[in-house]
């Protein structure tokens, strides 16, 4: 035999090798996830859900409405809501202790009968998003008068985030009103302005930190059941294990100005284009790893045999997955921190040129990276460029990554997976959450809001014609009041 051919045997018999261990790989195949098989859930009490309906839209009703200038807030709305909350949940409040922090956020204990069990933490946040100004008159039902109508609550809030608020509210309210009395402690955290600065979860979770709380878990908004997921086109149970950083970095060319009659060789925005487009251009790897890449392991046994065989094969597949992840926009942001220019700024007038001109980056940090590492990666993007780089404010560093088999996540996925009859799944939340700001009481974070969206669907928050279906205002009461009693009660 001559070399080709022995070469040719080494090579079939190479690509048989790879195929064998391949295949005994798909076959043996294990999603990153515990097995919650065993979990005992509590059983569903009974919703009146056209009674929650009615008390979401009263909700929607007060403009808590947060500014990025605090100067336009009315505070008075925030109080009038804790008012609303009080006479509408009266045994929740005679079960629960209630105090103020930072203001206007709220914590609530209730104080379990086994003090050496770890608490549990639910969050919803008091705050909406303004609507775009000029956006009114499109809306199907105006943005703050609570309608309920076409099987509805529609309003801004009426999802994200009073659709938590008020069914985590409805469910505690039954609970305490049948008597039901928890063994672990539950917390609810509601802030009063996650939407714009955070400061009433950071206070919270100082106050909880100070009386020495470590939580079992902490709960908060982010993902939903997706009713139709690109990967397996059917209904996933999404919740986040983990949520990207946040960092905007300001790019400034300094200039000497003047008029654009006589300009020099290079403007300050010439300079400033350049570095940009180097800041952009020079993007950070992507890789099949973190919560991203759990996502698709863990729906690999509900999709293709395809993606089945790859997700259980990464060492030979993971550049195949990372393109075919990296198809979307939303797919790609789960692989790697995003480098997004968004503002501009140059002189104020189209003759003059500008003294400094200035771009504004906006990042959002994957586990794993840092603002470290995205400012030195800037810096060699830029390299002797003579720009300024420098952190609007203080970066949000990504957060760690929750566990997919502690006890929490158990109680959760099984929950989630029991309500929706659909498989459950570790996520990347690529926006940001109060619940960033729970690590110093919490190892356990998850980001799950339950109820069931389209993809089409989740363009309606903080967009126009914001509604929660009445099914889902149910599902959300009955999902908290599940979980209440099972955590609780573990
Ligand atoms: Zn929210």
């Known amino acids: 035999m001559g070399w080709t051919g022995k070469a040719a045997l080494t090579a079939v018999g190479l690509v048989l090798a790879v195929g064998a261990v391949v295949a005994v790989r798909t076959a043996t195949f294990k999603a990153p996830v515990a097995d919650t098989s065993g979990v005992h859930l509590a059983s569903a009490r009974p919703v009146d859900a056209g009674l929650a309906a009615r008390h ?33 949940y009266p045994d929740a409040h005679r079960a ?25 933490v639910l969050m919803a946040h008091q705050d ?38 008020v069914t985590l509210f409805e469910a505690l309210d039954g609970l305490a009103k049948a008597g039901f009395v928890p063994r672990r402690t539950v917390i609810v955290v509601s802030s009063h302005d996650e939407e714009v600065r955070g400061g009433g979860a950071r206070a919270a979770a100082a106050l909880l930190k100070s009386r020495g709380v470590k939580a079992q878990f902490v709960l908060d908004e982010g993902m939903v059941v997706v009713e139709d997921h690109p990967v397996t086109n059917k209904p996933v149970a999404l919740i986040a294990t983990a949520e990207k950083g946040y960092a905007t970095l300001t790019v400034t060319a300094p200039a000497v100005g003047g008029h654009s009659s006589a300009p020099p060789a290079r403007t300050g925005v010439t300079t400033l284009a350049k570095a940009v487009l180097a800041i952009a251009d020079h993007p950070f790897p992507m890789r099949f790893s973190g919560p991203g890449a759990d996502m698709l392991k863990s729906l690999a046994p509900h999709s293709s045999t395809t993606i089945r065989m ?34 501009l700024k140059g002189s104020p007038k189209e003759n003059v040129l500008p003294q400094d001109a200035t771009a504004w980056i906006n990042y959002r940090i994957a586990p794993g990276d840092s603002s470290v590492q995205v400012m030195a990666r800037a810096r060699d993007a830029v390299g002797d460029l003579p720009v300024r780089l420098a952190w609007v404010k203080t970066p949000d560093e990504p957060s760690k990554v929750s566990s997919t088999t502690s006890e929490g996540w158990k109680t959760l996925a099984a929950l989630a997976g029991d309500e929706s009859r ?25 980001r799950f809001q339950p109820l069931r969206l389209s993809v089409k669907d989740t363009e309606m928050i903080h967009g126009t014609n914001e509604h929660m279906t009445i099914a889902n205002v149910e599902r959300m009461v009955r999902f908290y009041q599940r979980l209440v009693e099972t955590a609780a009660s573990r």
Do not use: C
Request: no cysteine.
């Open 422 to 446: 659909a498989p459950v799944a570790p996520a990347l939340m690529t926006a940001a959450s109060d619940s960033r700001y729970m690590g110093p009481i919490a190892d356990d974070i998850y």
């Open 56 to 88: 979401l839209g009263e909700a929607v009703r007060f403009r808590t409405v947060s500014h990025q200038d605090p100067a336009e807030d009315q505070p008075a709305e925030w109080d009038r809501l804790h008012a609303w909350l009080q006479a509408t």
């Open 128 to 165: 909406v998003v303004p609507v775009t100004p000029g956006s009114e008159g499109a809306w199907t039902h105006p943005p703050f008068d609570g309608v309920v109508a076409d099987g509805a609550v529609w309003g801004r809030g009426a999802i994200d985030d009073k659709g938590s608020l």
């Open 96 to 120: 629960m202790g209630r105090e103020v922090v930072a203001g206007q956020a709220l914590v609530y204990t209730w104080p379990g009968t086994d003090r050496s069990l770890a608490p549990i």
């Open 310 to 343: 790859a997700a259980a094969n990464t060492w030979l597949f993971s550049p195949l997955l990372v393109s075919q992840t990296a198809k979307t926009p939303a797919g790609a942001a789960m692989l790697h921190t995003t480098i997004a220019p968004t503002m």
